[in-house]
Each structure stands twice: as C-alpha cells, then as structure tokens.
Nanobody
Framework: QVQLVESGGGLVQPGGSLRLSCTASGRMFSINIMGWYRQAPGKQRDLVARITSGGTTYYADSVKGRFTISRDNAKKTVYLQMNSLKPEDTAVYYC????????WGQGTQVTVSS
C-alpha cells in the first residue's frame, strides 16, 4: 500500500511563505500525476494543484500565481511552494495521486493568521 507523508506546515502571517513536502512510497510515483489537496474546517477536500510526470502543472483559481507545485521523481517527492499566503489558505494540506487513492496521509496543518 502506498504511504504518503506530508510535512512543512505551520503558522505564518498573511503575506508569508511556506514550502510543503510530500514523500510517497511505492513504484507508481514517477509515472503518475501528483496533486496537493486541502481541507478547511467544515469544508470538503479540494484539489489546489497538480503536476504530471512530465512537469505540466494545473492550479485552482484561488491559488494561481501564488502557489507553485514541483516534483523530484528520483526522491519520490512533490513540493508546494506557497507565497503571499492569505487567511483563507488556512487548511490541512494533503498530497495524493490524481485521481486520489483511497488512503491518505496525515496531512500538514497550515494556519495563516496575524
């Protein structure tokens, strides 16, 4: 079973930056689309960014121009660079394949507050 381990979250002031990392086990990583999802309290989990094996990216409108997704296939790691953070970015962030597998990691909490 694939394991996904996210890290890098924390508390940051509005306008600040964070870099999230996610490492995946298994042999599927390099050939599949990876994504970052987020879930705010009381809301559904949404995809905010995805990246293909070849590096083509997609972003939700809410994060376009502020977030950058990247991947290192040799390290089986996907990153999310988040700049110009806003309070509405506060959520638990998860990585997973796209479409998502049924198992999720523990996520990493991102809190944007002054």
């Amino acid at each position: 079973q694939v394991q996904l381990v996210e890290s890098g979250g924390g508390l940051v002031q509005p306008g600040g930056s964070l870099r999230l990392s996610c490492t995946a086990s298994g042999r599927m990583f390099s050939i599949n689309i990876m994504g970052w999802y987020r879930q705010a309290p009381g809301k559904q989990r949404d995809l905010v960014a995805r990246i293909t094996s070849g590096g083509t990216t997609y972003y939700a409108d809410s994060v376009k121009g502020r977030f950058t997704i990247s991947r290192d296939n040799a390290k089986k790691t996907v990153y999310l660079q988040m700049n110009s953070l806003k309070p509405e970015d506060t959520a638990v962030y998860y990585c997973n394949y796209v479409p998502a597998l049924s198992n999720w990691g523990q996520g990493t909490q991102v809190t944007v507050s002054s």
